[in-house]
């Protein structure tokens, strides 16, 4: 099966620098690439997405990349604020073929120093 | 948009005592269900796909008789964890699928067993 590797585990940046975390997957097959943010204690939420036929998507601070070829994507942040201190989970989907399956990276948990 | 609502949000029960976990999709008609668990630090583990009509599908290494799953209906999926024991202590969350490889999560149940 899918297996996503994601680092680092841990992230601590100063408030206004950027956050860069990688994730890595294991089968060419996955095509839906999600990110999500989870506070303590609360459910994951959606932050941004990438489909296999693009590359790069941006929304406001936030982008993910997408190397379909070496099999990974990143997801990065800008202007980082104490707000955007959570943990950071990375997935990958082999889409209705595998029945919209989720596997998770192991997360990252990102610290904004103000 | 489309909700899931999960309950009990936190239950603390006895060791040998069973849980029953409630996810409900408000709006929408939510044919399949994953249900994870999530320790603390960790990520989110699938621990089965529930749906609608038929049996559930547990990954590798899951319980099926300790981990009940039914999806009785078009909006209603339960989780109950048979026989509990502290080491089942565990975040328990699920998700529906909402299209284009979209998921929506449950607000999660912070399951102790004592």
């Known amino acids: 099966g899918e297996n996503v590797e994601q680092h680092p585990s841990t992230l601590s940046v100063q408030e206004g620098d950027s956050a860069v975390i990688k994730c890595t997957y294991s089968d060419s097959a996955s095509n839906y690439f999600p990110w999500y943010k989870q506070e303590l204690g609360k459910r994951p939420q959606l932050i941004i997405d990438i489909r296999s036929n693009v590359g790069e998507k941006k929304d406001q601070r936030i982008a993910v990349t997408l190397n379909k070829t070496a099999k990974h994507f990143s997801l990065h942040i800008t202007e980082t604020q104490p707000e955007d201190s959570a943990v950071y989970f990375c997935a990958a989907s082999l889409g209705k073929a595998a029945g919209n399956k989720l596997t998770f990276g192991g997360g990252t948990r990102v610290l904004v120093k103000p | 948009g489309a909700v899931v609502s999960q309950h009990p949000s936190r239950v603390i029960c006895k060791s040998g005592t069973s849980v029953k976990i409630e996810c409900r999709s408000l709006d929408f008609q939510a044919t399949t269900m994953f249900w994870y668990r999530q320790f603390p630090k960790q990520s989110l583990m699938l621990m089965a796909t529930?749906?609608?009509?038929?049996?559930?599908?547990?990954e590798q290494g899951v319980e099926k008789d300790k981990f009940l799953i039914n999806h009785a209906s078009l909006t209603l999926s339960t989780l109950t964890v048979t026989s509990a024991h502290p080491e089942d202590s565990s975040f328990y969350i699920c998700s529906a699928p909402v299209g284009r490889g979209l998921d929506t999560f449950g607000s999660g149940t912070r399951l102790t067993v004592v």
């Open positions: 529930s749906n609608e009509g038929s049996k559930a599908t547990y």
